[in-house]
C-alpha cells in the first residue's frame, strides 16, 4: 500500500490535492467543501486511452483474496475493515495500521419487525457490535492509522459519544494521547465513561455539537492536531467496508434498499460509496437504494430536500436520539449525492416513533440505541407511503449498541421516557402496542406466596406476536 496511490478531490469544486497536501480542517481552501479519497481505478478518474477497465482490480480476484484473509491470524487481516485494505490503501505498509479486529458484524434476520412494517425480507447489520459499540470503530481505524502513519501525537474530535468512545480507544491503542470535546448533558453517560476510561481528556462544553466543532475546528488551526470528526476524509474509506462485508454475508446478492440514521450524514454517503465502487469495479450488477432518516428534532437534511429553494438551513437540534443530535451536519450534500444517485428518499421519524421502533427491535432480541431505531421506524414510514414494496429486500444499518443509552431504555419501559404531550399524541393501536412491549421491574415482597401468584398470573398473559 502506497500513499501515492490516492488523491483527495474536493465534492464542491473537483480540485485535486495529494493526501498529505490537505489542511488541518479538511476543507478546501477554494471554496470550503470537503474531500473525498479517490483512487486511479475510481470511477470518476480519468483513464488513458487504452480503455476503462485500465488499472482496475479483478473482482473475482478481490473476492477469493477477502475470503482467504477470513483464516489468516495476522491483526491486518482479523480486522473487518482492514481484510479489504486492497479498496483502501490510505497507510504507507499493513504493519501501520491501528487494529482492535473492529468490523465482522453480525447481519440479523427481524421476522417479526418485517411482518409489523409490511415487508416479507427485513435484515439488519448491527454496527453496534463493533469493539466500542458503534459504527463509528470502522472509520476510526482508518483515519487513526492514516494519522499514527504521519507521525501525529495528538487527535482530537467533537461528538455527541460514539466518535468519541471510538477516538479514544484507537488512541490508546496506538499510544497516541486525545482529546475530547462534548456538549455539556447532552451524552449519554454510557459513552461518557468510554472516552474517560480509554484515556481521552474530555472537556465538556457549554454549548451543542456544532459549537463544539466550531471550537475544535479553530484549535487544529493553531496546533499540531489531527481531526478525526467525519471531515475527516479518511474516516469514510473505513466506513464504506460495511458495504463489502454486507455483500459477502449475502453471498452478493444486492439487496433493494439500505436504510441509515442520519445525523453528521456521512455514514450515507460512506456506505453509498462503499455500494458504486462495488458496481464500477464489476463485483456487484448494480447498488441498492441508500435512504437516510433523521429525528424530527434534527432534521435539517429532511426540510432541505423538502424546501423548494433547497437552501440547508441548520437547525437548533433536539432529540433524545443523542447520536443523531446534530443541527448543521457537514457531510449534508456528500448524503445528498448518494441519496439522489442511488434513487433513496430522506424521511423523519418523531419521538414517539423512534421509542417504538426501538422497543420493537428490541423484542426480537437485537436491541440498539435510540438513533439506530430511526431505520426501523423510518421503513415504516416508507411502506406506507409506497416507496418500499412489500417483496423488497432491505437492509437496517444498527448503528449503535443497546448499552450506549441504558437511561433511555429503562425510562421507556418504566413509562417515564416520553411527555405527557407526546404520549396524547399516539393513536390507539400504537398505545397498545407500547403497552405490549414495556417490560418494566416487578417489585415484590420476598415472600414465595407473592411471587407465585406474581408468576401465575404472569404466565397467563397471551405472549406478544
Known amino acids: 500500500m502506497k500513499v501515492a496511490s490516492h488523491h483527495l478531490r474536493c465534492t464542491e469544486c473537483g480540485a485535486v490535492i495529494t493526501g498529505d497536501a490537505v489542511n488541518s480542517i479538511f476543507r478546501c481552501p477554494q471554496c470550503n467543501g470537503l474531500y473525498d479519497v479517490i483512487y486511479p481505478w475510481s470511477e470518476s478518474v480519468a483513464r488513458p486511452a487504452a480503455g476503462p477497465e485500465h488499472n482496475l482490480p479483478n473482482p473475482s480476484a478481490l473476492r477469493w483474496l477477502w475470503q482467504e484473509r477470513r483464516t489468516s491470524m495476522l491483526p491486518v487481516d482479523q480486522s473487518g475493515v482492514w481484510r479489504f485494505r486492497d479498496l483502501l490503501p490510505i497507510v504507507s505498509a499493513p504493519e501501520k495500521v491501528v487494529t482492535l479486529r473492529e468490523g465482522n458484524t453480525p447481519l440479523y434476520d427481524l421476522p417479526r419487525c418485517a411482518k409489523a412494517a409490511g415487508v416479507d425480507w427485513l435484515l439488519a447489520k448491527h454496527q453496534g457490535m463493533n469493539p466500542t459499540g ?29 466518535t468519541s468512545a471510538a477516538m479514544a480507544a484507537y488512541a490508546a491503542r496506538a499510544g497516541l494521547r486525545s482529546i475530547v470535546f462534548i456538549p455539556e448533558g447532552k451524552i449519554a453517560w454510557g459513552k461518557l465513561s468510554q472516552s474517560m476510561d480509554y484515556g481521552a481528556l474530555t472537556i465538556q462544553l457549554k454549548t451543542d455539537f456544532d459549537g463544539c466543532v466550531r471550537i475544535l475546528t479553530e484549535l487544529v488551526t493553531r496546533f499540531p492536531i489531527y481531526l478525526l470528526n467525519s471531515v475527516n476524509p479518511y474516516r469514510l474509506e473505513g466506513q464504506k467496508t460495511p458495504a463489502f462485508e454486507m455483500m459477502e454475508q449475502l453471498d452478493w446478492q444486492v439487496p433493494d434498499h439500505i436504510i441509515v440514521p442520519g445525523g453528521n450524514l456521512a455514514n450515507s454517503s460512506a456506505l453509498g460509496k462503499g455500494f458504486m465502487e462495488m458496481r464500477h469495479l464489476g463485483m456487484i450488477p ?48 456528500k448524503a445528498a449525492n448518494v441519496i439522489d444517485a442511488l434513487g433513496g428518499w430522506c424521511e423523519q421519524v418523531s419521538e ?15 436491541g440498539c440505541e435510540p438513533a439506530s431505531a430511526v431505520t426501523y421506524a423510518g421503513l415504516k414510514k416508507l411502506v406506507a407511503l409506497g416507496k418500499v414494496q412489500r417483496e423488497e429486500r432491505t437492509v437496517l444499518i444498527l448503528t449503535g449498541h443497546t448499552l450506549k443509552d441504558s437511561n433511555y431504555t429503562i425510562d ?48 397467563k398473559q397471551a405472549q406478544p406476536a
Not at 139 to 161: I, K, N, P, Q, Y
Request: charged share 25%; with cysteine.
Open 412 to 459: 421507556y419501559h418504566r413509562g417515564e421516557l416520553l411527555t405527557e404531550a407526546e404520549n396524547a399524541q399516539i393513536s390507539a393501536a400504537d398505545q397498545a402496542l407500547h403497552a405490549s412491549l414495556r417490560k418494566p421491574p416487578v417489585v415484590l415482597d420476598p415472600d414465595t406466596d407473592t411471587v407465585m401468584r406474581r408468576l401465575e398470573s404472569h404466565m
Open 352 to 366: 414517539q416513533e423512534i421509542a417504538l421502533a426501538k422497543a420493537q427491535i428490541g423484542a426480537e432480541g437485537v
Open 134 to 162: 458503534s459504527f463509528k470503530d470502522t472509520g476510526m481505524t482508518a483515519a487513526l492509522s492514516v494519522a499514527a502513519d504521519r507521525g501525529f501525537e495528538w487527535v482530537a474530535c467533537a461528538s455527541t459519544g460514539n
Open 286 to 333: 448494480r447498488a441498492p437504494k441508500v435512504s437516510v432518516i433523521q429525528a424530527e428534532g434534527a432534521n435539517p437534511l429532511y426540510r432541505w430536500y423538502t424546501d423548494s429553494n433547497r437552501l440547508m438551513r441548520p437547525v437548533t437540534a433536539e432529540t433524545r436520539a443523542t447520536a443523531i443530535r446534530i443541527g448543521n451536519p457537514a457531510s449534508w450534500r
